[in-house]
């Protein structure tokens, strides 16, 4: 599914150059759940937004269900993402004036499906997250377990193939932490590719695989015998 070779992500500005991605490749399974890995700086969230075609990289490829995206335009980046990549954030980035119902069903609102639709399918996710009984409170309103939920729900409205985590248990304590993580594991289990950034060597052990980047560089690349 996911396909990049000789990756590499360099910022400048007047003064400095700073190398993020050093050559980095990757391959990702439809269906696998992977890990990234490493202290902060080393290139994790460089790396998670050129995934989710957030950003362009300096150099290489990266194929993504076998065409080049590399080098898209912003317009052609966008269109590639909606439906196709779902975002689940440490920040949960819900929109405070939306509440729950309307944060769900705003990406099929972009996607321009009627209202009785958008109705039926939000409904049904805020059903099997668990959440139906928060669907007219706003964000503010929620634990920090209940906005992750939400902004899964949000993530995987429209059905991607493709989730990208940043952190999801962050900010979180233990027992929502592996709520959201039992969510993911279970969305993984019914195909969905999940690429996953954490400082969490435990919510590490529900992937299928660990990467482990160091200064712009994979350092360990290993499957996880042991998956929770």
Do not use: W
């Not at 350092?219 to 929770?228: H, I, K, P, T, Y």
Request: proline letters at 3%.
């Amino acid at each position: 599914m996911i396909k990049i070779e000789n990756l590499s992500k360099v910022f400048r500005t007047s003064e400095v150059e700073t190398v993020a991605l050093d050559n980095v490749n990757i391959n990702v399974d439809k269906g696998e759940f992977v890990a990234v890995m490493g202290p902060s700086g080393c290139g994790k969230s460089t790396l998670l937004n050129i995934l989710g075609l957030l950003d362009n990289p300096t150099g290489g490829s990266y194929r993504l269900n076998d065409t080049e995206v590399a080098n898209l335009k912003e317009k052609e980046r966008t269109r590639l993402r909606k439906g196709e990549i779902g975002f689940v954030f440490q920040s949960f980035n819900l929109i405070d004036e939306l509440n729950v119902f309307e944060n769900v069903e705003l990406p099929l609102t972009y996607m321009g499906l009627s209202a009785s639709e958008r109705k039926k399918r939000v409904n049904e996710m805020l059903k099997r997250m668990n959440i139906s009984h928060r669907a007219k409170h706003f964000p503010q309103q929620l634990s920090g377990g209940q906005q992750q939920r939400v902004a899964i729900a949000r993530a995987v409205i429209t059905d991607p193939k493709l989730i990208l985590a940043d952190e999801p248990t962050g900010n979180l304590d233990s027992k929502n932490g592996a709520e959201v993580m039992e969510l993911l594991t279970e969305l993984n289990r019914q195909g969905t590719t999940i690429v996953m950034v954490t400082h969490s060597k435990h919510d590490a052990g529900y992937a299928h695989r660990i990467i482990h980047l160091f200064d712009g560089n994979i350092v360990a690349n290993v499957s996880n015998d042991n998956r929770l």
